[in-house]
Each structure stands twice: as C-alpha cells, then as structure tokens.
C-alpha cells in the first residue's frame, strides 16, 4: 500500500533538512500529503523577569516562524503544498502523539536535531521510531 499521509519532524538541524528533502522526495513520487512538524520545548521557569520570558518567547516565535515559511517555500518550489504544524512538548511524545491522532502511514525524521536531552535519554528518532503506530524513516 503506498503512503498517503506523511508526517516530518522539522527543527532547522542539518539532519532535519536532509529528513525535509527526503520527504519531499517521497511526495513526488507517491503523490502523498505531506505535514511538518515543529516541536517547540518549554519556555524557561528559572527566568529572572518576565520580561527574559517574553523574549525567549518571542525569539522562539520568530524561529519558528521562518522554519515554517522556508519549509513552506521549499515545498512550494517543487508543487507540493504543505501544512506546517507548532506543537509544545516532549518531541518523541508528541510527535508519536501526532502521527497516531493524524492516521499518519509515515514518520521521516532526522537521525539527530536540536533536542538537548538526545544525548542522556537516548535519540528522539530511537523513541519515535519505538512508539510511533506507523513506520518511521530516520535520514542521517
């Protein structure tokens, strides 16, 4: 059965992008509609000021703002529309989360990102590819 709805975890990494393109790939060729994902982690608790607050707020606002319009732009290149979804929260949770919610039938993802905890809790790929309800292609 081809794939008809694929999710891409997206987050600017080098490994992300490589993820991004290979899931274009794969819409061109199974005419697919295709979803990006962006996980935006907690705002800090220990701040100072509200003020150091709002603007880690706002920086990550702007982040994430033009990952979605380079994403989008990316997609629009080669036809292919695209939905970019922010969500908060635990990457590997909420990306399995996601992809079961949507009836997605593919997960791509990048082999790392810019998750911080990667490297004491083991990768977000390995827990996603563990706990998604569909296959996962992880893009080194």
């Given at each position: 059965?081809?794939?008809?709805?694929?999710?891409?975890?997206?987050?600017?990494?080098?490994?992300?992008?490589?993820?991004?393109?290979?899931?274009?790939?794969?819409?061109?060729?199974?005419?697919?509609?295709?979803?990006?994902?962006a996980?935006?982690?907690?705002?800090?608790?220990?701040?100072?000021?509200?003020?150091?607050v709002?603007e880690?707020?706002?920086?990550?606002?702007?982040?994430?703002?033009?990952?979605?319009?380079?994403?989008?732009?990316?997609?629009?290149?080669?036809?292919?529309?695209?939905?970019?979804?922010l969500?908060?929260?635990?990457?590997?949770?909420?990306?399995?989360?996601?992809?079961?919610?949507?009836?997605?039938?593919?997960?791509?993802?990048?082999?790392?990102?810019?998750?911080?905890?990667?490297?004491?809790l083991?990768?977000?790929?390995?827990?996603?590819a563990?706990?998604?309800?569909?296959?996962v292609?992880?893009?080194?």
């Amino acid at each position: 059965m081809p794939f008809e709805r694929i999710l891409v975890a997206i987050d600017g990494s080098d490994a992300s992008n490589r993820a991004f393109t290979k899931a274009l790939e794969l819409v061109g060729v199974t005419n697919a509609e295709l979803t990006a994902l962006a996980i935006e982690g907690p705002l800090p608790a220990y701040a100072a000021t509200i003020g150091e607050v709002d603007e880690v707020k706002r920086e990550k606002d702007i982040f994430f703002g033009a990952l979605g319009a380079r994403a989008r732009e990316e997609a629009e290149e080669v036809g292919i529309e695209l939905e970019v979804v922010l969500r908060a929260g635990h990457a590997a949770e909420v990306i399995s989360h996601f992809a079961a919610a949507g009836g997605y039938d593919l997960v791509v993802l990048g082999h790392k990102g810019h998750f911080l905890h990667d490297h004491l809790l083991g990768s977000t790929a390995d827990r996603v590819a563990a706990h998604a309800p569909c296959p996962v292609m992880i893009v080194r």
